[in-house]
């Protein structure tokens, strides 16, 4: 009798399982089916999360299924329109963004900017506005505030979290060595604010960012530079006020876009991007011909395999990076390779074995042309594998250079002291005890400590000066773990070019010899997993769950970047670029 009564339950089990991935399934073809697109339609685009690199996985891409999320999907929803004769419009609705930095929001700007070469117009609604929304918008050719929201344009600031006050107070002590004046990745540890390196770094990278936007904004509404300057001193600005200085065109609530936007056909034929993501770009003659390889590295790099840490978010392994790059290399259909990276560093022994890996391809296949892009991100460990392409391409937003070394230990005797407990320990071997918790280095470990990162800061600079064509000592000078923005970098010869990922695929594109107009298919490392894999192998982090539940992504990821030494071995150098809060 129990006999029976555990099979029957296994039975119900069995069933249940085999109902809820038939249920899955059914949901995924069904949500999969390409939409009927009604002529002189205007495609809505809400841009309201983080712009993130790379597609999330777990239950969210059951319903998403192989469709691009985040960036890419704002990108192909353009370039589709673009090309699509039943999109006669897109209507912008950016409504408070979490993309953290600057170089995602300006890829969109770009991409709104070229879409509008197709004659077709492209409206803003702004239900809020901040810098990077109103940013957006200034692509645009029409700009809707709503009557009752206010247009909080009022500069750039940078933010950093200083706990050397509070790790005082619990009786912990940071004690951290780094190469180069400007690397101050673990100031936030070691000081209660800003040393004058850091400050004047800083304070050159936010002047630059600011510039940016304010030259942005001129070019799109058609003012001098002073002019906007001395209205974003007078921001945050009333609805009034924003449409009396001509910051706007119009004030208008949803309903109302349909009368004031007076496109052609009257009424908008609105078409949601969720459904628009069901028609392939293959579908409007796009993302053919020859092939071109795209690896997204995102994430802080670290040796081993990748995959997510809920507050650091991406980790870009050594070993699943360098896998990727060798499929992309043995793949004799591919004719170029774009890496895109999005990351602060990490690592320098696994930059390194990236490094490696990605000199490989390109000497083994000089036919086949590498070509960097940069994101957000591409500082410290960033820059060191982004070094081995003879080409790169950087927003002008984005964040790189940050070229130095850093390494440490946190001491917590004080800690366990506080609550009563104590360390002890027994060791053999004069440096047995080097990362001991208990005490700072000694002497005689400081000076083999500062030794090894020499090597490495020496090898890092010596890379990127063969990498650049630079005397080493030139490279030097603009190394020192100093940040620079893509467009800094770009005049101190870092970077080759301004522009995104679609810059960088048209150089490769050069590079390879394949004619300016033909289109390309593009092959995204990594692939994302089929729905069966998800279903088999279990679901990774969600990270679309994860980043709603989380903070803001800016505050996320500088929590991320001070928590980061928990993913690294304690005495490991580190090629990491500091946290920045930019708003």
Same mark, same amino acid.
């Given at each position: 009798?129990?006999?029976?009564?555990?099979?029957?339950?296994?039975?119900?089990?069995?069933?249940?399982?085999?109902?809820?991935?038939?249920?899955?399934?059914?949901?995924?073809?069904?949500?999969?089916?390409?939409?009927?697109?009604?002529?002189?339609?205007?495609?809505?685009?809400?841009?309201?999360?983080?712009?993130?690199?790379?597609?999330?996985?777990?239950?969210?891409?059951?319903?998403?299924?192989?469709?691009?999320?985040?960036?890419?999907?704002?990108?192909?929803?353009?370039?589709?329109?673009?090309?699509?004769?039943?999109?006669?419009?897109?209507?912008?609705?950016?409504?408070?963004?979490?993309?953290?930095?600057?170089?995602?929001?300006?890829?969109?700007? $770009?991409? &709104?900017? /070229?879409?509008? +070469?197709?004659?077709?117009?492209?409206? !803003?609604? #702004? =239900?809020?506005?901040?810098?990077?929304?109103?940013?957006?918008?200034?692509?645009?050719?029409?700009?809707?505030?709503?009557?009752?929201?206010?247009?909080?344009?009022?500069?750039?600031?940078?933010?950093?979290?200083?706990?050397?006050?509070?790790?005082?107070?619990?009786?912990?002590?940071?004690?951290?060595?780094?190469?180069?004046?400007?690397?101050?990745?673990?100031?936030?540890?070691?000081?209660?604010?800003?040393?004058?390196?850091?400050?004047?770094?800083?304070?050159?990278?936010?002047?630059?960012?600011?510039?940016?936007?304010?030259?942005?904004?001129?070019?799109?509404?058609?003012?001098?530079?002073?002019?906007?300057?001395?209205?974003?001193?007078?921001?945050?600005?009333?609805?009034?006020?924003?449409?009396?200085?001509?910051?706007?065109?119009?004030?208008?609530?949803? $309903?109302? &876009?349909? /009368?004031?936007? +007076?496109?052609?056909?009257?009424?908008? !034929?609105? #078409? =949601?991007?969720?459904?628009?993501?069901?028609?392939?770009?293959?579908?409007?003659?796009?993302?053919?011909?020859?092939?071109?390889?795209?690896?997204?590295?995102?994430?802080?790099?670290?040796?081993?395999?990748?995959?997510?840490?809920?507050?650091?978010?991406?980790?870009?392994?050594?070993?699943?990076?360098?896998?990727?790059?060798?499929?992309?290399?043995?793949?004799?259909?591919?004719?170029?390779?774009?890496?895109?990276?999005?990351?602060?560093?990490?690592?320098?022994?696994?930059?390194?074995?990236?490094?490696?890996?990605?000199?490989?391809?390109?000497?083994?296949?000089?036919?086949?042309?590498?070509?960097?892009?940069?994101?957000?991100?591409?500082?410290?460990?960033?820059?060191?594998?982004?070094?081995?392409?003879?080409?790169?391409?950087?927003?002008?937003?984005?964040?790189?250079?940050?070229?130095?070394?850093?390494?440490?230990?946190?001491?917590?005797?004080?800690?366990?002291?506080?609550?009563?407990?104590?360390?002890?320990?027994?060791?053999?071997?004069?440096?047995?005890?080097?990362?001991?918790?208990?005490?700072?280095?000694?002497?005689?470990?400081?000076?083999?400590?500062?030794?090894?990162?020499?090597?490495?800061?020496?090898?890092?600079?010596?890379?990127?000066?063969?990498?650049?064509?630079?005397?080493?000592?030139?490279?030097?000078?603009?190394?020192?773990?100093?940040?620079?923005?893509?467009?800094?970098?770009?005049?101190?010869?870092?970077?080759?070019?301004?522009?995104?990922?679609?810059?960088?695929?048209?150089?490769?594109?050069?590079?390879?010899?394949?004619?300016?107009?033909?289109?390309?298919?593009?092959?995204?490392?990594?692939?994302?997993?089929?729905?069966?894999?998800?279903?088999?192998?279990?679901?990774?982090?969600?990270?679309?769950?994860?980043?709603?539940?989380?903070?803001?992504?800016?505050?996320?990821?500088?929590?991320?970047?001070?928590?980061?030494?928990?993913?690294?071995?304690?005495?490991?150098?580190?090629?990491?670029?500091?946290?920045?809060?930019?708003?």
């Amino acid at each position: 009798m129990a006999k029976r009564g555990v099979r029957l339950v296994f039975g119900f089990l069995v069933l249940a399982i085999a109902v809820s991935v038939t249920g899955v399934a059914i949901m995924y073809f069904a949500v999969g089916s390409a939409p009927k697109v009604a002529r002189n339609s205007t495609l809505v685009l809400r841009l309201d999360d983080d712009l993130h690199e790379v597609p999330s996985e777990g239950v969210a891409q059951l319903f998403e299924g192989n469709r691009p999320t985040g960036l890419r999907a704002v990108l192909d929803h353009l370039r589709k329109a673009k090309a699509d004769p039943r999109v006669q419009a897109v209507l912008i609705v950016p409504a408070g963004m979490q993309a953290p930095l600057w170089a995602k929001v300006q890829e969109v700007h $770009d991409a &709104i900017l /070229d879409f509008r +070469k197709s004659g077709k117009q492209a409206i !803003a609604y #702004l =239900e809020y506005a901040s810098e990077r929304e109103y940013y957006l918008a200034t692509a645009c050719d029409k700009i809707f505030l709503m009557p009752g929201a206010t247009l909080d344009v009022n500069g750039l600031a940078t933010y950093e979290v200083f706990l050397r006050g509070t790790l005082d107070k619990i009786g912990l002590y940071a004690d951290i060595l780094h190469i180069g004046d400007y690397k101050t990745a673990y100031n936030a540890f070691t000081e209660k604010g800003y040393t004058k390196a850091h400050r004047e770094a800083t304070e050159s990278m936010t002047r630059d960012l600011y510039e940016q936007l304010v030259r942005g904004i001129a070019d799109g509404r058609k003012k001098s530079e002073a002019d906007v300057r001395a209205l974003i001193d007078e921001g945050p600005f009333s609805p009034d006020e924003a449409l009396r200085v001509g910051l706007v065109d119009d004030l208008a609530y949803a $309903d109302q &876009i349909d /009368d004031k936007a +007076k496109l052609p056909g009257g009424k908008l !034929a609105r #078409l =949601e991007s969720d459904d628009y993501a069901k028609v392939s770009l293959r579908s409007l003659g796009l993302n053919r011909g020859p092939r071109i390889a795209v690896i997204y590295a995102t994430g802080v790099i670290n040796s081993g395999k990748g995959g997510y840490d809920p507050l650091s978010g991406a980790v870009m392994g050594s070993e699943t990076i360098n896998k990727y790059i060798r499929e992309a290399r043995g793949d004799p259909s591919v004719k170029a390779i774009v890496l895109r990276i999005d990351s602060p560093g990490g690592s320098a022994t696994a930059s390194d074995a990236i490094w490696r890996e990605l000199v490989i391809t390109r000497d083994e296949k000089k036919d086949r042309p590498l070509v960097v892009s940069m994101s957000d991100l591409a500082a410290s460990g960033g820059y060191w594998i982004a070094m081995a392409a003879p080409y790169i391409v950087a927003q002008p937003g984005t964040l790189t250079g940050s070229i130095g070394v850093i390494t440490g230990k946190f001491v917590t005797g004080g800690v366990y002291a506080k609550l009563g407990a104590n360390i002890e320990g027994v060791s053999f071997g004069k440096n047995a005890e080097i990362a001991s918790p208990t005490r700072p280095f000694t002497d005689s470990e400081r000076q083999k400590i500062e030794s090894l990162m020499q090597d490495t800061y020496d090898e890092f600079v010596e890379k990127a000066a063969a990498a650049r064509h630079m005397p080493p000592e030139k490279l030097d000078a603009v190394a020192q773990g100093r940040v620079w923005t893509g467009r800094q970098a770009k005049a101190l010869g870092l970077v080759d070019e301004l522009g995104g990922l679609d810059r960088a695929i048209a150089a490769a594109k050069q590079r390879a010899k394949i004619p300016a107009g033909s289109d390309v298919e593009i092959v995204v490392y990594p692939p994302r997993r089929s729905v069966y894999e998800v279903l088999s192998q279990g679901f990774r982090a969600d990270q679309g769950l994860l980043r709603a539940l989380a903070l803001p992504s800016d505050e996320r990821r500088a929590i991320g970047t001070l928590t980061a030494p928990l993913l690294f071995r304690a005495g490991e150098p580190l090629a990491l670029m500091p946290s920045l809060i930019v708003r």
